[in-house]
C-alpha cells in the first residue's frame, strides 16, 4: 500500500510518497510521512514505531482519549472528533456538531465506511 501527501512548501507544492509495508499501521505511515514533508528527509517506517505505539497505547496520547477518525480527501480532509464532523474542502472548514450515537454511528460509516455496532 501507498500513502502519499502533499504540502506547501515556500509557494511550491512536494508530493512524497510511501510505501506500506504488511503488518505496518497506516497510523505508523502518516506518522512517517507527515515529518517528511517540512523537511523532505527520507526516513524509514521503522524509525517512527515508538511514537506509533505511544500514539496507539499512551492514555496521554490524544488518539487514546477520545473517539477521532480522520481521512485525507482529494479536495481536503473528513474527521470525526467526538461528536464533532469536521469537513475541509479546498481550504473551507465547515464543523457541525452531531446531536446523538446514532447520527455519529451514520457520519462513520458514510464517510469511513466503518459501522459500530450499538451498546446496551
Known amino acids: 500500500m501507498q500513502v502519499w501527501g502533499t504540502s ?4 511550491s507544492t512536494r508530493r512524497v510518497t510511501a510505501t506500506i509495508p504488511v503488518g505496518i499501521p497506516v497510523s505508523a ?18 524509525e517512527f514505531s515508538e511514537m506509533c505505539h505511544y500514539h496507539q497505547t499512551s492514555p496521554e496520547s490524544p488518539f487514546t482519549k477520545k473517539r477521532v477518525c480522520s481521512r485525507a480527501t482529494p479536495d481536503g480532509r473528513i474527521t470525526l472528533s467526538e461528536m464533532k464532523l ?16 446514532d447520527e455519529w454511528r451514520v ?4 464517510h469511513f465506511g466503518m459501522q459500530v455496532p450499538e451498546f446496551a
Do not use: Q
Not at 457520519?107 to 458514510?110: E, F, G, P, Q, S
Open 86 to 101: 469536521i469537513t475541509t474542502r479546498n481550504g473551507r472548514r465547515d464543523e457541525r456538531l452531531l446531536k446523538s450515537d
Open 8 to 11: 506547501p512548501l515556500r509557494s
Open 29 to 46: 505511515a502518516i506518522f512517517a510521512v507527515v515529518p517528511s514533508l517540512s523537511r523532505l528527509t527520507p526516513r524509514r517506517l521503522e
Open 107 to 110: 457520519a462513520l460509516r458514510d
